[in-house]
């Protein structure tokens, strides 16, 4: 029988806090990619003015605040904890862990890998050359 009761293991660690997550209840995760949605479709309109607005600080909050979405509240309180942890001064996550973090959490919660299977862009694994016996 097939289950689609959920992954057992659900832990996982972040400088030295251990975290729970949960699937983040289907509207939450919906408002967030709607809003993706629109700010493609804002981030296009100003492209063609030449006018960008994204910045590394609000990048790195929106990867604060997606994650937030599949931490869970009730696990030694999770989502408190994780705050805390994003405002630390002393020993902080660094930057670049936070998109490792996301990426990990879509990645459990959808049972798909992000990353491409194959190493070329087409899909086509790679032909290695072949020798023809006799020849020089």
Same mark, same amino acid.
């Given at each position: 029988m097939k289950s689609f009761s959920g992954e057992k293991d659900r832990d996982f660690e972040v400088m030295g806090e251990a975290f729970r997550w949960v699937y983040p209840y289907w509207e939450d995760i919906a408002d967030q990619f709607d809003r993706d949605d629109e700010s493609d479709e804002e981030k296009e309109a100003t492209e063609t003015n030449g006018n960008? =607005?994204?910045?590394?600080? =609000?990048t790195l909050s929106d990867f604060i605040h997606r994650i937030e979405l599949f931490i869970d509240p009730d696990f030694n309180d999770g989502v408190n904890r994780w705050r805390k942890l994003t405002k630390r001064r002393k020993d902080p996550i660094p930057h670049t862990q936070y998109s490792a973090i996301y990426q990990y959490l879509l990645e459990v919660t959808s049972r798909h890998p992000t990353d491409p299977s194959s190493p070329s862009e087409d899909g086509q694994l790679p032909i290695e050359p072949t020798s023809v016996a006799g020849s020089s």
């Open positions: 960008v =607005s994204v910045t590394v600080r =609000s």
